[in-house]
């Protein structure tokens, strides 16, 4: 190895005659560089992105969501939410969540269609985002809600106004049959960083989003958190399986199935792509590998003539493409990270939030992407020393000297 390893150096290092070559196996190294780099940045996009989505996805809503397929809510909440948390291992906590579609009316003629969600505030446990208001405080009365901030805005609303909210309820009066109608103070705008959510959405304690619903000591739905989201399949396997088929259990993935599947073909068909990269830049190796063993060929034939074997002709060869293939996948993967950084450091790359859900690209690597970069494309640069080391090895020692 080690005077297949001093032949294969010299040729690659050394000699006036191999300016051509040296310039193919600078190209070679150079666009699989290119593709490694591009590999790592398109990966850590799409998993910084999902990443990112997921995370403030699941701060608006539950990791796995608990109801009565009935429609009559939950009459027994507590006794149900004490189950969930003692009965199944994984589960963090449960918090019971009163559920409608209202309309939001300002002090103008703006109105705007949301989500009424009614959430015990009192527990510790609240989301960073809540627990964090943009403006003002949690609500501490029936008559107090929480607007989002991409909805306040849409109603010119602010923290100390008031905004009345229709229920799609009836309600008998002497008038005939009615919508439902409360007026409430808003008494502090939350952003949870989702602009979906934060459009849509108004939140207030318990008590009074069962007064506006008419669901006295009832509840929507159960929202249950778990220690590691990721066993949400597992989990709510068994909830379907203790809790029998009145309750609907269902996950995280499932709300949100159409958007994963769609981020995880992408990443698959990127990365089959951008390795096309790769190939070709193996195929320069090819070339100049190739190339070398015809410029070459008389020295293989003395190396032959005095004892060299066919296998350590090979092993030399083998070794100049897979030099080539190191400093290449090396070179893209220092190219690659350090895009990533810069890029996370300086948020160089910004998107509208109404379209994106975030403000800049986030760009996550998650180290069995790297890997499986690395591996890809030291297997393709590998490959692409077969050809030439065999076409070396099976030079003849007759053919290569008989015109010296």
């Known amino acids: 190895m080690k005077f ?59 990791h796995i969501m608990v109801s009565d397929r009935f429609g009559e809510g939950f009459a027994d909440f507590h006794a149900q939410k004490r189950r969930l948390e003692k009965e199944f291992p994984g589960v963090q906590a449960v918090m019971p969540v009163v559920y409608g579609t209202v309309l939001v009316k300002g002090g103008t003629r703006d109105v705007s269609g949301a989500v ?58 002497p008038l005939g049959v009615m919508p439902r109608f409360r007026k409430f103070h808003i008494s502090g705008i939350f952003r949870s960083g989702l602009f979906e959510f934060d459009s ?4 207030s304690g318990l008590a009074a989003a069962q007064k506006l619903f008419s669901l006295p000591g009832q509840v929507s739905y159960l929202q249950v958190n778990l220690r590691d989201i990721f066993s949400a399949e597992r989990v709510a396997d068994a909830m379907r399986e203790r809790l029998g ?41 090819v070339a100049g590998l190739i190339l070398m063993v015809m410029q070459k060929i008389k020295d293989i034939g003395i190396l032959l003539s005095y004892g060299t074997t066919a296998a350590q002709i090979r092993r030399i060869f083998f070794l100049q493409g897979a030099v080539i293939g190191l400093l290449g996948t090396a070179l893209g993967c220092a190219l690659g ?13 910004q998107v509208p939030p109404e379209i994106y859900q975030v403000r800049f690209v986030p760009f996550h690597i998650g180290w069995l992407d790297l890997a499986a970069v690395i591996a890809v494309s030291l297997l393709i640069s590998f490959l692409a020393t077969l050809i030439p080391s065999r076409k070396a090895a099976a030079v003849s020692v007759v053919d290569a000297v008989k015109y010296e």
């Open 245 to 285: 088929a009145r309750y609907a259990v269902i996950t995280w993935m499932e709300l949100n199935q159409s958007l994963y599947s769609a981020l995880k073909l992408e990443k698959t068909v990127l990365f089959f792509t951008l390795a096309l990269i790769i190939v070709v830049a193996a195929l320069n190796i």
């Open 116 to 173: 009424f969600r009614g959430l015990d505030l009192e527990r510790r446990d609240l989301e960073p985002w809540l627990a964090k208001l943009d403006f003002g405080r949690l609500p501490q009365g029936e008559r107090e809600v929480l607007l989002g901030r991409e909805l306040a805005l849409k109603l010119n609303l602010f923290a100390g106004d008031s905004c009345l909210v229709v229920s799609p309820q009836t309600s008998l009066s």
């Open 4 to 62: 297949a390893w001093f032949i294969a150096r010299r040729y690659l290092a050394k000699g006036r005659k191999n300016s051509f070559i040296s310039i193919i196996s600078a190209v070679s190294i150079l666009g699989i560089a290119i593709g490694v780099a591009a590999l790592i940045i398109a990966l850590a996009l799409i998993n910084g992105f999902q990443g990112d989505i997921r995370d403030r996805i699941l701060n608006a809503s539950a």
């Open 200 to 203: 849509g959405t108004a939140i």
């Open 337 to 349: 990270l350090g895009f990533c950084f810069l890029a996370n450091r300086y948020e160089l790359i």
